[in-house]
T-cell receptor, first 118, second 116 residues
Framework: AQSVTQPDIHITVSEGASLELRCNYS??????LFWYVQSPGQGLQLLLK??????LVQGIKGFEAEFKRSQSSFNLRKPSVHWSDAAEYFC????????????????FGKGTKLSVKP | DSGVTQTPKHLITATGQRVTLRCSPR?????VYWYQQSLDQGLQFLIQ???????AKGNILERFSAQQFPDLHSELNLSSLELGDSALYFC???????????????FGPGTRLTVL
């Protein structure tokens, strides 16, 4: 069965420091991977996605993620964190859609809450 | 702003009642997904519609139902509400990206349901 694990429930970093949020997935075929961010009281905003090709993908707000098939990981990184990055981050895996009937829902991890110290 | 709208933003009701949550997808998107976010279960997929037809069901209770109308907006109906149904309900929409193999889902701001 598909699953996503985000091992860190809560991370605190200092403003200006680098950030890495971990995500491990379990999926039988080539995964489609996503990172979403949820600010307090807000919906989910797409940060970036990996479908195929270059394993290092760039996203919005200066985030990037690297797909490592051998480690079943899709970790999110940012070289310098800003106070406005404080939020909850969700990793998700999606299935291949054949548009003939298969589902396309996402399986989410439990999320990592990021706090930023001034 | 993702382009997905959800109404209402907040809903407070009592146990045993019935409520309807509404979602308007992004222009051109044919798929609508409903998710429930709660503290204990996290983000759980409930149901998907594609161009008016039910496509997939997840962990959706029998007390819950949904539909997608010809104009592609969707409604999630929750009945016989229990305290445990209190959660944030998200709608997401996507457009077919057949050349990529899967779609990208864009989420609405959610409806926060409180059952007292």
């Amino acid at each position: 069965a598909q699953s996503v694990t985000q091992p860190d429930i809560h991370i605190t970093v200092s403003e200006g420091a680098s950030l890495e949020l971990r995500c491990n997935y379990s999926y039988g075929a080539t995964p489609y991977l996503f990172w979403y961010v949820q600010s307090p009281g807000q919906g989910l905003q797409l940060l970036l996605k990996y479908f195929s090709g270059d394993t290092l993908v760039q996203g919005i707000k200066g985030f990037e993620a690297e797909f490592k098939r051998s480690q079943s990981s899709f970790n999110l990184r940012k070289p310098s964190v800003h106070w406005s990055d404080a939020a909850e981050y969700f990793c998700a895996v999606g299935a291949h859609i054949d548009y003939g009937g298969s589902q396309g829902n996402l399986i989410f991890g439990k999320g990592t809450k990021l706090s930023v110290k001034p | 702003d993702s382009g997905v709208t959800q109404t209402p933003k907040h809903l407070i009701t009592a146990t045993g009642q019935r409520v309807t949550l509404r979602c308007s997808p992004r222009s051109g998107d044919l798929s609508v997904y409903w998710y429930q976010q709660s503290l204990d279960q996290g983000l759980q997929f409930l149901i998907q519609y594609y161009n008016g037809e039910e496509r997939a069901k997840g962990n959706i209770l029998e007390r819950f139902s949904a539909q997608q109308f010809p104009d592609l907006h969707s409604e999630l109906n929750l009945s016989s509400l229990e305290l445990g149904d209190s959660a944030l309900y998200f709608c997401a929409s996507s457009a077919p990206q057949r050349d990529l193999g899967t779609d990208t889902q864009y989420f609405g701001p959610g409806t926060r349901l409180t059952v007292l």
